[in-house]
Every structure is written in C-alpha cells, then in structure tokens.
C-alpha cells in the first residue's frame, strides 16, 4: 500500500510505501526532542508544519528515511497549515489515488 502526503482534504502526493512510513516513523520515534513529528506518525497530521521540518532536519535522517524526510521537507517548503498522511482512501473508502 502507498502513503501519501496532503495539505488538504485532497488525496496528495506519493510519499512512500507503507513500509517505508513504518520504517520512516520508527526512527522519528527514536528522537528525543521531537513532539510535532512524533504527532504526524501517532495521528496522521500535524498542524505545526515548520516544527515538523525543523525536527525532521535535526534528527538528520540517512537512508531511506531520509528519501522520506526529504519529500516532506519539499512539501513544507510551500508552506502549508497542516501535513496529512494519508493512504489515498477518500473518507467513505473511495480510492481517490487513481485521480493523481
């Protein structure tokens, strides 16, 4: 299953299989001072969008995760209110992803 990366109801962009988000959540886990990242992985969201990028650059991911943290950081770059982690499933269980 894919994960996708949304600053909106819409369905969002592809972030990374769900293995990746697994593996990608594991090691923000693994930080000490990181409460806004550690929100995103728990819920699916987070609304402190530039603190979710200042902890992703501090932990200094490498390797796959850091593919991942490097897609999120493009995403907050553009400076949107919230990051929405989502498997594509439209709320109802429609699959929007194919629309993308």
């Not at 990181?34 to 728990?42: I, Q, R």
């Not at 969201?45 to 990028?53: L, Q, T």
Request: charged share 25%; hydrophobic share 35%.
């Amino acid at each position: 299953m894919s994960m996708y990366v949304a600053t909106s109801e819409e369905p969002g962009d592809f972030l990374c299989s769900n293995t990746g988000w697994s593996q990608f959540c594991k090691w923000a886990r693994g930080l000490e001072d990181s409460p806004d990242l550690k929100h995103l992985c728990n819920f699916g969201w987070d609304e402190d969008v530039k603190d979710v990028g200042k902890q992703i650059k501090a932990g200094e991911p490498e390797g796959d995760v850091a593919g991942i943290a490097d897609t999120l950081l493009k995403v907050i770059a553009d400076g949107p209110d919230v990051l929405i982690i989502t498997n594509g499933m439209a709320p109802g269980g429609s699959d929007d992803s194919a629309d993308n």
